[in-house]
């Protein structure tokens, strides 16, 4: 074990409630028992999301089933109480209609950022508080640490592979203060450690692949279900107007995908915009993809000064448009319409509307998050067929 990590709290322990959100899986069982080999009064808390019956069985998704019992035996280990909250209705109307609805509009979602801004801080930190609890710990990759005016910052974790600061942007500053990240300085194979010193019956369970309610990924026969628009043929249209072919719905297609469309051409063909309306999807070469500027919507901001100024400012900023590519250079400013944007110092690929544009101040691995927001265009590097023909 390299170092334990920091439980980051004020007062005696004894008297310190901490409600830990437990999924059932290794790492916020962990929390859980770092919390309580501590001696602080710890609750658990699990949310059931979804179906329960229909998920019982199925490993690999968190908040239903299997993964109830396991958090519930996790706290039996640990000798701390557990309640199972239904969240069921609220998720989703917050996190499954959105999703739904998003892909019917021609936006690819990100589910887990919509359930970590809604149910999870927002509902899941307001029930913390009526239980009585000073914190909301949970098993995130992220840290959390104190800022020289008394603030608290999001940093991303020690283990890059791990970190998932992307999917936490929405934060609040108000809910930083409740909120405790432990594992944020760890690596996974010491929270495995952990798990085993505490006996926990998930210490060797494997991590969740899937998004929780899409039952092995199929996320179509959700979307369907309950936006059966979305599943509506239309025509694949090349950039310079040609008709190509047929899609089968606008919600089995995103920016920048390349495989699947079922068209032959000559030449590899990626899919570059979703016009839902017209049920198009528009395709074009590589190069159509690149993107220098984009405008983004319902922002969270987490940095020192105003945001207004930062955007007077065009302050600079490292930008990630997907959680698996690294932070790049950039600066913020406005668009013409007066709507925050990105201005990135090098074009990127496959910027999708619906997607998160999240900041940050360094490209390194401690970077500190300073908020980010929801992509609403992108500004194309070629304005033709022309330009990149």
Not at 317 to 331: C, D, G, I, L, N
Request: hydrophobic share 40%.
């Amino acid at each position: 074990m390299t170092h334990l990590p920091l439980l980051d709290t004020d007062g005696d322990p004894a008297s310190t409630r901490v409600v830990v959100a437990m999924s059932g899986g290794v790492d916020s069982s962990v929390v859980a028992g770092l919390y309580a080999r501590a001696g602080y009064d710890v609750v658990g808390v699990t949310l059931q999301l979804y179906d329960h019956g229909e998920a019982a069985h199925r490993r690999g998704a968190c908040c239903a089933g299997q993964d109830i019992y396991d958090a519930s035996e996790v706290a039996r280990t640990l000798s701390i109480p557990h309640y199972v909250l239904d969240y069921e209705s609220r998720f989703k109307e917050e996190v499954i209609d959105r999703f739904a609805a998003s892909y019917a509009s021609g936006v690819t979602p990100i589910p887990c950022v919509d359930c970590n801004r809604t149910v999870k801080f927002r509902d899941l930190l307001a029930t913390a508080e009526e239980l009585g609890a000073r914190y909301l710990a949970t098993g995130h990759y992220v840290a959390s640490r104190a800022l020289p005016d008394g603030r608290r910052g999001l940093y991303r974790a020690a283990e890059e592979a791990r970190d998932q600061s992307y999917f936490l942007y929405a934060t609040t500053a108000a809910q930083l203060e409740r909120l405790r990240f432990p594992l944020g300085g760890m690596q996974k194979t010491d929270v495995r450690v952990l798990a085993g010193e505490f006996g926990l019956p998930v210490a060797d369970k494997p991590d969740s692949q899937d998004i929780c309610f899409v039952p092995g990924g199929d996320y179509a026969e959700v979307v369907q279900r309950l936006r059966p628009e979305a599943a509506e043929p239309g025509d694949i249209v090349h950039l310079d107007g040609r008709v190509l072919g047929r899609h089968r719905g606008v919600m089995h297609y995103t920016i920048g995908q390349r495989k699947g469309l079922g068209i032959a051409t000559p030449e590899p063909l990626y899919v570059i915009a979703i016009d839902a309306a017209r049920r198009e999807v528009r395709v074009g070469p590589r190069e159509a993809l690149i993107v220098s500027a984009i405008a983004i919507s319902d922002v969270n901001w987490l940095g020192d000064m105003p945001f207004a100024e930062a955007l007077a400012r065009q302050a600079e900023v490292y930008v990630k448009v997907r959680s698996t590519r690294p932070p790049v250079p950039a600066h913020l400013a406005r668009a013409a319409d007066g709507t925050p944007a990105v201005h990135l110092a090098v074009g990127e690929e496959g910027v999708a509307p619906g997607q998160a544009c999240v900041l940050y101040d360094d490209a390194g691995a401690a970077a500190r998050l300073l908020g980010g927001g929801t992509i609403m265009r992108a500004e194309r590097v070629a304005k033709s067929v022309a330009e990149v023909a």
